[in-house]
């Protein structure tokens, strides 16, 4: 039987009388780049950060890596990866001082953090870049070593939230490789994005609207059933049925 990281029953968060995710169900396996899309306003939002243990559900059911959504959250957080492309890294520090600070958080040794700084940087051939100040690095280089921290504990699930936003084509492709690599360790990937060709790099695509899961399956189950040549012409057509704004 296929290994699921994340498995979700009628997830339901309200704030007072307004239901911002409404009765989602959905699962990821172990390994698989997930897609979970939605215009703004659409609940994704809200459910990443049930998901990532930072909020708990009005009621439903799930785990994610193991953990229940309900009442075990810390134990969550410690099993996840989290990069998000409104704040990832600290531009007042130092790389190597990003590294050691996001390793303590997530409850690596000194022993494990040096080894795990020096193995990362040659990685990404930034080994004359360990005491550059974030702030000076190029906008590529920050989400490639953002990227990196985020998986710095071997995490069972990485959630990017829009981690290539503000960046050039040829560097969000590089970014991707990246997400291919982790994924072909078993790495669970969670995404979400607003470039809809990077949906078309996902195993599986969610389209939220309203708060609830209006299309769920591959690239090209959506395109075929949405009859759209790719999955911005999906996106476009599915998100228009939106009835609630920002």
Known sequence: MEEKSVVIRNLVKKFGNFTAVDNISFEVSKGEIFGFLGANGAGKTTAMRILCGLSRP???EGTVAGFRI??????????????SQ??????DLKVWENIELFGGIYGLN???????TDSML????????????????????????????????????????EPTGGVDPVTR????????????RDVTVFVTTHYM??????????????????ALGSPAEL????????????????????????
């Open 173 to 184: 492709r590089n970014f991707w490789e990246m997400i291919y690599e982790a994924a072909g």
């Open 70 to 83: 309900k009442d075990q959250q810390e134990s969550i957080k410690r099993h996840i990866g989290y990069m």
């Open 110 to 116: 000194d022993r494990q953090i040096a080894a795990k």
């Open 86 to 91: 409104k704040f990832s890294l600290y531009p």
């Open 58 to 60: 009005t009621s439903g």
């Open 122 to 161: 040659k990685a990404l051939s930034m080994e004359n870049a360990r005491d550059m100040y974030i702030r000076d690095m190029p906008l590529g280089w920050k989400q490639k070593l953002a990227f990196s921290i985020a998986m710095v504990h071997d995490p069972e699930i990485v959630f990017l939230d």
């Open 197 to 214: 060709d990077e949906a078309e790099y996902c195993d599986r695509v969610s389209v939220m609207v309203d708060g609830r899961i209006e």
């Open 223 to 246: 395109k075929e059933t949405y009859g759209a040549k790719d999955m911005d012409g999906v996106f476009t057509k599915i998100a228009g049925r939106a009835e609630r704004g920002e």
